[in-house]
């Protein structure tokens, strides 16, 4: 248990459908971060947030996504008019900034497929 | 984009053997970090090395940060078949708490 629940675990959608995933820290964080892989290769920024406020967006990141964290804990990523290349896994991760410094703790994500 | 490659992209080998893996990456940063991630499954933080050090060990892992050659190497001894797994290096560009991720080893371990 990471401490960062995901859903859902599995999305499949037509194109052109709008699709919206949520991440549930169980306890508190500052920072939360989006990120998109694809098979065979490493997460991609996507997003951050420092509480409510998104501090950076990839350039990856069309107007077709939007990310919203309202009360500085939960946090959900839409994407609008899906397209097929927008089929990849979906992880949302927080950061620990504890005696052990900073480390990233992953969600197990949301896989979209996009038919 | 990704900031950092890794090298091999597969390795495949014995268990008991041990596991050489190593990552490149381009602009300065605060600390290097390598995490691991089975199939399917969120990635989970391994192990962290800042800036300022050479070398740290963790169990049976240990890490090389050469910053002049922006180069980090993960060594996993006696490897285990429980270690495959993909293995990515993440950076922090110059302190900005974006986390970029290499592209990425995967490593399988024969039993």
């Known amino acids: 248990d990471t401490g960062v629940s995901q859903n859902p675990r599995h999305k499949i959608t037509k194109r052109g459908q709008n699709v919206t995933f949520r991440c549930d820290p169980i306890s508190e964080h500052n920072r939360l971060y989006w990120y998109r892989q694809t098979l065979g290769q490493g997460p991609e920024f996507l997003t951050y947030f420092q509480n409510e406020a998104q501090l950076e967006k990839s350039r990856l990141l069309s107007d077709r996504f939007s990310a919203e964290r309202p009360k500085g804990s939960f946090s959900t990523l839409e994407i609008q008019r899906t397209e097929q290349g927008d089929s990849a896994m979906y992880l949302c991760?927080?950061?620990?900034?504890?005696?052990?410094?900073?480390?990233?703790?992953f969600g197990s994500g949301t896989q979209l497929s996009v038919l | 984009s990704q900031q950092g490659e890794e090298d091999p992209q597969a390795l495949s080998i014995q268990e008991g053997e041990n596991a050489t893996m190593n990552c490149s990456y381009k602009t300065s940063i605060n600390n290097l970090q390598w995490y691991r991630q089975n199939s399917g499954r969120g990635l989970v933080h391994l192990i962290l090395?800042?800036?300022?050090?050479r070398e740290k060990h963790s169990g049976r892992l240990r890490v090389t940060l050469d910053t002049s050659k922006k180069s980090s190497s993960l060594l996993i001894t006696a490897s285990r078949a429980a270690d495959t797994a993909s293995y990515f290096c993440a950076t922090d560009p110059s302190g900005t708490y974006k986390y970029i991720f290499g592209t990425g080893t995967r490593l399988k371990v024969l039993a």
């Open positions: 090395i800042r800036s300022n050090e």
């Open positions: 991760a927080l950061l620990s900034t504890g005696q052990s410094a900073e480390k990233l703790f």
